[in-house]
C-alpha cells in the first residue's frame, strides 16, 4: 500500500474537493492518501497555515480558491516547494466562461448561498424524514418519488440522498401480511419506484442487524425462506402495478439514486411535447 500525502484546499466547505479527490484516488490499487483538509480559506493568515502544513507535509495539492491573491501565494509556495499543485474546478470555469462570452464571478462559497434551490433540498430533506418508513401517507401526492421495497432494501438512505438534491422522496416498508397504503391506488404525480435486492444478501443484512439489536437469530425476519418469498411476491406486486424495478445488490446509494433521477427525467421529458407545453 502506497501511502501519500494530500492537501485539499478550500475556500469554502471543502464538500467539491473532497469529492473530486475521492472519485480521483479511488481509480488507483494499493494507494492511500493521508488527507489534509483546510476549508474556509478566506484570509492570509488562514493561508499561512495551509503552507507550514505542506511544508512539514509533502505531497499533492488540489485547490478551489478562487481568490487570485491567495491562488497565486498557494501556487508560488507549491513551486517553490517542488509539490503539483492542481486547480481543480479552473479548466471547467474556463470553458464556461468561453462559451458563455462572460466572466465566472468568482465568490467562495457560491453555491451554498441561500436561494430558492437551497430551501428547496432543505424542504425535501424534512419530506423524507417525516415521509419515511410509511409515515403520513396523508400527502403521499406532494412527493416526486414514492419508493417501495421490503426490509433493508436501501430505501430510507436512497430517500435521504435524493432529498439532498431537492427531489422530495418517501418510502414504504413491503411487510408481510400487511397491506400497502390506500393512498397508493390514488397516487398519479409521484414515480413510484420498486427496490429489490438478492435475498441471500438480504438474510446477511437482517442477521447483521438482528445483531446490533441483540435480538436471536430465530426470527423468521432473516429466515432465508422467509426472506425469499418475501422478495418474490415484492416482484410479482411491482409487476402487477407496472412499477419500474431497480435491484440495489450490487448499486451503491449514488448509483440507485441516479437511476431515479434518470428515471424521473424520462418521465417528466415524456410529459412535455416538442413546444414545451404539457402533452
Not at 462559497?109 to 424542504?123: N, T
Request: net charge negative.
Amino acid at each position: 500500500m502506497k501511502e501519500f500525502h494530500l492537501h485539499l484546499v478550500s475556500d469554502a466547505t471543502g464538500e467539491t474537493i473532497n469529492s473530486v479527490a475521492r472519485a480521483c484516488v479511488i481509480q488507483f490499487d494499493d494507494v492511500r492518501p493521508i488527507e489534509h483538509f483546510w476549508n474556509l480559506v478566506r484570509t492570509d493568515r488562514q493561508l499561512d497555515l495551509v503552507l507550514e502544513g505542506i511544508r512539514d507535509n509533502h505531497g499533492l495539492v488540489m485547490f478551489t480558491l478562487v481568490d487570485e491573491t491567495l491562488r497565486r501565494r498557494l501556487q508560488d509556495f507549491c513551486r517553490e516547494m517542488q509539490v503539483p499543485c492542481i486547480p481543480v474546478l479552473d479548466p471547467l470555469i474556463n470553458a464556461l466562461a468561453a462559451f458563455l462570452g462572460v466572466e465566472s464571478q468568482r465568490q467562495p462559497g457560491r453555491q451554498h448561498v441561500l436561494d430558492a434551490e437551497y430551501f428547496s433540498r432543505i424542504d425535501a430533506v424534512d419530506f423524507a424524514l417525516s415521509h419515511d418508513d410509511g409515515q403520513s401517507n396523508w400527502d403521499l401526492h406532494e412527493a416526486d418519488v414514492v419508493l417501495i421495497g421490503v426490509s433493508r432494501s436501501s430505501k430510507t438512505p436512497t430517500c435521504i440522498y435524493l432529498a439532498n438534491r431537492g427531489i422530495k422522496a418517501a418510502n414504504i416498508p413491503l411487510v408481510p401480511g400487511s397491506p400497502l397504503p390506500a393512498e397508493l391506488d390514488l397516487l398519479t404525480r409521484p414515480l413510484i419506484v420498486g427496490l429489490t435486492k438478492d435475498p441471500d444478501r438480504l438474510v446477511q443484512i437482517r442477521r447483521n442487524r438482528l445483531k446490533l439489536l441483540n435480538q436471536g437469530e430465530g426470527s423468521s425476519y432473516a429466515d432465508p425462506e422467509v426472506v425469499r418469498s418475501e422478495v418474490q411476491e415484492a416482484r410479482r406486486l411491482f409487476s402487477r402495478r407496472g412499477w419500474p424495478v431497480i435491484d440495489v445488490t450490487r448499486r451503491s446509494i449514488e448509483e440507485t439514486a441516479a437511476e431515479i433521477m434518470m428515471l424521473l427525467a424520462r418521465r417528466q421529458s415524456a410529459n412535455f411535447s416538442p413546444e414545451g407545453k404539457k402533452t
